[in-house]
């Protein structure tokens, strides 16, 4: 597409009249926005032709690349038919084919899918589902109201996903209309909270929960994870055997387990789904960001049959999910999300994921050598690197410091998109990526470390004697595991 206003235009435009997410707006004002105009494949391309890896998978969506033939072909099709109709007593067939394909696809035991807009929303639908069915099941349990998270999780910016979030900085402002919960600490192997370290600790974090649930599972509906990674805590993945832990506790103590998967979900981790790395079927699973392939907003929440039935009634019982969204199963999004998922059987996608996620965990050795590196995770094709100011004492640099931000711009500006959280640096490339993609997003990570740290060094001459020329505690999780 052509754009009639100049990139000068279009910065001043932006500059006037947007407000964007999760950005301080004064900060945004004072420096010219990045405009994108167009991608391919793992590319984007800027409005005055930069080039750009997309390292983020444009906020952790893409799968299969920008501007995808076949994923363009669907939506094309799906648009010569009709762009949008209600779902609320009709239907339509990429709805109905898309809900069979992601049965097919998820862990056994899950038999039916509400579809919402994205992954804020499939995590409500969950949180809705559970109670409601606790109140209206055939033996009612309506007191099991309350639900349990980690302590660091993040399940989206709604009420609910916000009331299930510890994230002080996100969420102080609403408290007052958050809802109660119970937070248990998440196994943050880097830092943990109990000074432990895997396996001799033998997950003594989830030792809190086996006590919660024992003692209070009257009152708890569900407990609610991130499988696998908590994402948006810093990447932070849990030891083998939680997940599973996880589940084998809330089947003893007769609580809902609801697995966000909106991160991990589509081949991130190398499985379809984060659960099947354990065998887990979660009662309930949000599905959302890598649904369509990254190309438009569709979510969906996968219920088991048990949870269903209780909804089932006469009109006059009030057993009906009175739930939906305008858009709910919306065709051009359920077509983009079919097309997504045969690519996955045409491309092997996930076998490619799993050899090229070793490559990568071979290429991240490197990027942990560096100073300021205290820890490096992965988890299939979900990346974090933690930033410190000191790796034997594990000191973080004040957030005020802005460490990841810095490394990020030094990044953009040899052609690399990544988005830190904090002092993490954050790589979660499109799944179709190549080795010579990696290799490249690599050595711009690390020649951007570096930038920052001879500049961050050059302001404190003193300080260099101080680094720690400790070995970096580097995790890696085998995604084949
Ligand atoms: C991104 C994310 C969400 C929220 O999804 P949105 O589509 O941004 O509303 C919820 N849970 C997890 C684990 C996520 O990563």
Redesign the pocket.
């Known amino acids: 597409m052509k754009y009639s206003n100049s990139a000068k235009h279009l910065a001043r435009f932006d500059h006037q009249y947007v407000w964007h997410p999760f950005t301080q707006m004064k900060e945004w004002g004072q420096a010219s926005p990045l405009i994108i105009t167009r991608g391919q494949g793992p590319y984007l391309y800027d409005i005055d032709g930069r080039r750009y890896l997309d390292g983020t998978s444009s906020?952790?969506v893409n799968i299969h690349g920008h501007r995808n033939g076949e994923i363009n072909r669907a939506i094309r099709q799906q648009l010569n038919q009709v762009a949008h109709t209600t779902f609320l007593g009709l239907s339509n067939p990429p709805a109905i084919l898309l809900a069979r394909e992601l049965i097919r696809l998820a862990p056994t035991g899950l038999s039916r899918v509400f579809y919402s807009?994205?992954?804020?929303?499939?995590?409500e639908v969950a949180l809705k589902m559970a109670l409601q069915y606790w109140r209206q099941r055939r033996t009612p349990r309506p007191k099991k109201k309350k639900f349990v998270h980690l302590s660091l999780?993040?399940?989206?910016?709604?009420v609910g996903?916000m009331s299930l979030s510890g994230m002080e900085l996100f969420h102080k402002p609403f408290r007052p209309i958050l809802f109660s919960t119970h937070q248990i600490d998440p196994p943050y192997c880097y830092r943990c909270p109990l000074h432990f370290t895997f396996p001799s600790c033998q997950m003594a974090c989830i030792d809190p929960l086996e006590q919660l649930l024992r003692k209070d599972h009257h009152h708890i509906a569900a407990v609610v994870i991130?499988p696998l990674v908590q994402?948006?805590a810093g990447m932070i993945p849990s030891p083998p055997g939680y997940l599973r832990r996880i589940r084998e506790l809330c089947t003893t103590y007769d609580v809902l387990l609801i697995a966000?998967?909106?991160?991990?979900g589509f081949g991130r981790t190398g499985k379809m789904f984060a659960c099947e790395h354990e065998d887990v079927t979660p009662d309930l699973m949000?599905v959302?960001?890598g649904l369509t392939g990254g190309y438009v907003?569709l979510?969906a929440t996968l219920a088991t049959e048990e949870i269903f039935q209780a909804f089932l009634g006469d009109y006059a019982e009030r057993k009906t999910f009175f739930h939906g969204h305008s858009y709910t199963g919306n065709p051009l999004g359920c077509s983009a999300a079919l097309a997504n998922l045969s690519l996955f059987k045409k491309d092997r996608t996930l076998g490619k994921v799993r050899k090229n996620a070793a490559v990568l965990g071979r290429l991240l050795r490197d990027v942990a050598q560096e100073s300021i590196v205290g820890d490096v995770r992965q988890c299939g094709f979900m990346v974090g690197i933690e930033l410190v100011k000191d790796r034997k004492l594990k000191t973080p640099f004040p957030l005020t410091q802005r460490m990841g931000h810095h490394v990020s711009m030094e990044a953009r500006r040899r052609g690399l998109l990544i988005r830190p959280i904090g002092n993490v640096l954050v790589l979660m490339p499109p799944l179709c990526v190549e080795v010579t993609h990696l290799t490249r997003m690599i050595k711009i990570l690390r020649d951007a470390i570096r930038c920052v740290e001879r500049k961050r060094l050059a302001k404190t001459p003193n300080s260099k004697k101080t680094i720690s020329r400790s070995k970096p505690m580097t995790k890696i999780i085998n995604p084949k595991r």
């Not at 807009?117 to 995590?123: E, Q």
């Not at 966000?260 to 991990?264: C, M």
């Open positions: 906020i952790w807009d994205d992954g804020s929303t499939a995590m999780a993040y399940h989206g910016d709604t996903g991130e994402a948006v966000d998967e909106v991160a991990t949000a959302a960001k907003p979510a």
